[in-house]
């Protein structure tokens, strides 16, 4: 099942023959915008390609803000160098100024990617950001490369004389052919730039929506009260357990488990929960504490399973009990919450 919600998408590959075959499918549709990647979970993100007339806009409004910062610097230079007389000063601001003007040129959209998450101010007013190839935020390494080439796909410059004999034959207008051509022969859409730094742009998508999948194993709820209340899940987590919940049913109980421990194991630790809590059910309980759970309403009442912890310092109070008690056993392996492999 592929979900397509908005302009992003995130769901549970199957195993590997699946995702080849998904791949396959992309890359033998020329027209289709949309690109996945898997991550080593097997968990595959689709996301939708800025193709060219969506880049060009965001292009030309970069450019315009450049041009409105080194206007405005230059009226203010002036502006403070004739308030006060200090006409003697010229070559110094000039040559600030060509600083400035080169540094804004070549390191404008770098600094901008790099720190607001791969937009510029054309990319966030049009829709659209960068990301790496493999779905992560872009690095300042890769956004330093791919914005010092943008150069080489501006290329090759226009001749004005070819618009009127009577202009001079200054090569001044980059015609972009190169970027617009790689663009066009690359399954993401990427000018020279992206292919060197490994990146590719997509559309930023605007909201996102799957269906809430109901929850009806009692040990979830018994087992999110466990959860720190002030621990928030990020905006990919929860694309991740709002996919899991939806497509857990498709899945065995042993790839469920593969999947889930991959996913939990931060979790678990950042919880001090015990090494051998279900996976599989804190993944469900993430999702009922996320989706079905009101924060300012009371705690329900969880019956029998209040009692059962999957904290690891009630582990081993449990253990000291016994053996004050006289009873040579290990801690328990599993609580009454993470025992059974069932599907919800």
């Given amino acids: 099942m592929r979900y397509n919600r908005g302009r992003s998408s995130c769901r549970i590959s199957s195993p590997s023959g699946q995702v080849n075959k998904l791949q396959t499918g992309i890359a033998s549709r020329a027209l289709d915008t949309?690109?996945?990647?898997?991550?080593?979970e097997n968990i595959a993100f689709d996301y939708q390609l800025a193709g060219p007339f969506r880049r060009l806009p965001a292009y030309l409004i970069d450019l315009a803000v450049r041009g409105a910062v080194v206007v405005l610097t230059l009226l203010l230079f002036f502006l403070f160098i004739g308030l006060l007389r200090l006409g003697e000063l010229n070559a110094f601001v000039s040559a600030g100024l060509m600083i400035g003007y080169f540094l804004l040129s070549w390191f404008y959209g770098a600094v901008l990617e790099t720190f607001w998450n791969g937009r510029t101010v054309g990319k966030w007013m049009?829709?659209?950001?960068?990301i790496d190839v493999d779905g992560c935020p872009i690095s300042g390494k890769r956004a330093v490369i791919r914005n010092l080439l943008r150069v080489a796909d501006l290329a090759p410059p226009?001749?004005?004389?070819?618009?009127s004999v009577e202009l001079p034959p200054v090569l001044v207008i980059p015609t972009g052919m190169v970027g617009l051509l790689c663009m066009i022969v690359t399954r993401r859409m990427q000018r020279l730039g992206d292919i060197a730094a490994g990146t590719m742009v997509i559309i930023d998508e605007k909201s996102w929506r799957i269906p809430v999948t109901e929850v009806e194993d009692p040990r979830a709820p018994a087992l999110a009260s466990f959860i720190p209340r002030d621990y928030v899940v990020s905006r990919s987590m929860a694309k991740t357990l709002a996919v899991y919940a939806e497509r857990r049913h498709y899945l065995t109980p042993p790839r469920r488990k593969e999947i889930a421990r991959h996913l939990t194991r931060p979790l678990i630790e950042r919880f001090e929960f015990r090494q051998d809590v279900d996976a599989d059910l804190l993944m469900v309980a993430l999702y009922h504490r996320t989706f079905l759970t009101d924060p300012s309403a009371e705690p329900a009442d969880l019956g029998p399973l209040s009692d059962a912890s999957p904290l690891l310092k009630d582990a081993h109070r449990e253990y000291n009990q016994d053996l004050s008690a006289g009873v040579a056993s290990p801690p328990p392996i599993e609580s009454e919450i993470s025992t059974s492999r069932e599907a919800v």
Avoid: E, K, Y
């Avoid at 049009?126 to 960068?130: K, L, M, P, S």
């Fill in 34 to 40: 949309t690109i996945a990647v898997v991550t080593p």
């Fill in 158 to 163: 226009g001749v004005l004389s070819l618009l």
């Fill in 126 to 130: 049009c829709g659209i950001r960068v």
